[in-house]
């Protein structure tokens, strides 16, 4: 009885950590590390850095760190966040506002691109000076298309939010009908509290903002291995 139970646990461990590697194919690798603070990508002046010389975060003006109350809408930054709650209460706002409540959970990528004020290392990919932000391209096909990584997308006319529609500006438009191309949507929906900045879309995985839901599920996934470990 106690050998196959052993053999059931470590068959388990097994297949978790094979699902794990097939996930890790499919999705691309986690963020990287923020760069140095003299870097030219954020031009932030001094008052932007705290005494160990790490950025602030633009929204608290002070390093990330656990959120209490825990968040609501950008809950996945809780751990380590550049928001307190009153900011995710009013992105959540902001949000509803854009595509209603109905709608929202439809959309994974839109929700993380709004939350982008709550994510700890959201001033690495800030310019200060040019008041621009950083992001992915094949983040932002996710956003625009409402869920496709193919950044061929982004040059062409998305139905994605078409069913929901967009309240943009004050008033109520069809994606397909409003926006030739994603450079058009990304001018007229920004993240809450960065209105007067600009979107930057760039090329590959470096130092711009790319985050999904995979790439918490793989963490998810090697959290579950190393609790099936101690487990056995």
Known sequence: MIETTLVQRRTLI????LITGIIAQKGPTPPPPAPSSDTPLTSAPQSYFTEDGSLKCTLKQKEASQAYPSLKQCYIYTRSSCCTSVHDGYIQGELENLVSDSCMDN???LTQYFCFGCFAKQSSYLNYTTRTIRVCKDFAARVWSGGNPDIDTLSRPSTAYDNCGLHVNSSIKIQSQAYKNATYFFKDVLPPFFENYQIELVDGLSNCYDWSMRKIMQ???????LLLLVWV
């Open 219 to 225: 963490a998810w996934m090697v959290a579950s291995v």
């Open 14 to 17: 097994f297949a978790t950590l």
């Open 107 to 109: 959309f994974d990528a």
